[in-house]
Structure formats: structure tokens, C-alpha cells
């Protein structure tokens, strides 16, 4: 087989290699040889914060990077695995933001509250699981929801749960004070700041859900929920 043909950033004209970068990516600590369940022989983990690598390669996008680093994900995922997935029949490999342009623009919108800032372009794979907690009031200073955007199996359980940090907070689902994208509507009621706090939703259809922290969403306390 050829080698692959240098590509040209339109912008900044520099030269990229897609299989050099997918190398380069496996050896640049975003992937590690520690397994991401002891019971897998899988050897990796999915992409956690926005890379580095792409300051020191310009030529390369943000939306060129997910989609390599997805295809490395694959490689390794195969190249290490013994087993092909859970134990339940489901993955733990993270989906694609890109793969569900709605959540990504609204974890990433501006124009209604601020950019989600735990959201790294991944969702959560927590399919095939009866119930999925995502905590209210994460991150550094306490406002955002962790994990920021999450997959499950309809018919699943969310439970949100409070830490008490960053000040009242509330679980908001309004399409009409959104981007309009959501396909459900709920509210955990006013906000509360109380650690322990819980509000459940079972969501039974498949859609993605789309909610906030009215309080904090112009600091994009923002997060997302898609349910297959």
C-alpha cells in the first residue's frame, strides 16, 4: 500500500500526514496502555480534553483532529481487545459530538449562554445502563455538569445529583430557551445550592435532551443527554 499523500491546510498551508498524525497521537500521551476496565484487555481510553497537538500542528483542524483521533480509538481498540465489549452487549468506547451536530452546537453555542467548559467534542457511552448519575455543580469553580454530554439506552434512569458547589443551581429543559432542539421538557424546580440533592427523569424515547442551570447559563452551565 502507498504512502498517503501529504495534505495542505487551506489556511495555513502547511503539510499534514494523516497516518504520521495518527502515530504521532498514540505516542503522545492522549492514549495509554492502562486498560479502561480491569475485566477488558483493551488497551485504551477515549479523548479527554482538547489537544495540545493541534498548537504545535496548525495544519491540522479541530474537526480533522476528532475524526483521526476516533479512527486511532478504533485501531487500538481492535489491535488490543480480546473481548468485543461489555458484558451487557453494550461499549465504553465515548461517541462523537460531530455525530450529533445538535448536542455539539448547544455545548458549544454562544449566542444562548456561554460554551460548555467540560465539553472536549465526546459523549459519555453510558448505554445499556439502568441509571446514570451526572453531578450539578462540577468542575473547578462549581458550574457545570459532569459528564458535560452522555449516551444511554432509552428507558434509562438520569439521576442528577448536587456537590453544593457554585451556588444554586437548577436542571432546566426548554427547547423555546434553547436552540430548539431539544425533544424533551422538564425543570427540577427553583434552584438549590443543598449537597445531596437529587432530581430524576426517566427518559423512555429515543431524541436528545438538552438542559441548563438558569442561573448559570450565561457562564454555559449547559449539558445534554442522548438517548438511544
Not at 456537590?163 to 432542539?181: C, L, S, Y
Amino acid at each position: 500500500m502507498s504512502e498517503p499523500v501529504d495534505r495542505r491546510s487551506a489556511k495555513t498551508g502547511l503539510r499534514w500526514n494523516p497516518r504520521r498524525l495518527i502515530t504521532d497521537l498514540l505516542k503522545s500521551g492522549t492514549y495509554t496502555d492502562r486498560p479502561v476496565l480491569p475485566e477488558l484487555s483493551c488497551h485504551f481510553i477515549p479523548l479527554q480534553k482538547r489537544p495540545s497537538y493541534m498548537q504545535s500542528h496548525p495544519g491540522v483542524t479541530r474537526r480533522t483532529y476528532l475524526r483521526l483521533t476516533g479512527l486511532a480509538t478504533l485501531t487500538t481498540g481492535l489491535a488490543g481487545c480480546s473481548g468485543g465489549g461489555n458484558d451487557d452487549g453494550g461499549s465504553d468506547e465515548a461517541l462523537s459530538g460531530e455525530d450529533n451536530p445538535a448536542v455539539d452546537e448547544w455545548l458549544t453555542e454562544t449566542e444562548v449562554g456561554g460554551e460548555a467548559p467540560n465539553y472536549d467534542g465526546t459523549i459519555v457511552n453510558q448505554r445499556e445502563k439502568d441509571t446514570v448519575q451526572v453531578d450539578v455543580g462540577a468542575g473547578d469553580n462549581g458550574i457545570a455538569f459532569e459528564p458535560a454530554a452522555v449516551a444511554v439506552s432509552a428507558g434509562t434512569t438520569v439521576r442528577w445529583e448536587w456537590t453544593g458547589e457554585g451556588g444554586a443551581h437548577n436542571v432546566t429543559a426548554r427547547p423555546d430557551d434553547q436552540i430548539g432542539e431539544s425533544d424533551y421538557e422538564f425543570s427540577s424546580g427553583d434552584p438549590v445550592d443543598e449537597e445531596g440533592e437529587t432530581y430524576e427523569q426517566t427518559l423512555d424515547d429515543s431524541g436528545i435532551a438538552l438542559y441548563h442551570c438558569e442561573p448559570h447559563l450565561s457562564v454555559g452551565m449547559k449539558g445534554a443527554v442522548v438517548v438511544e
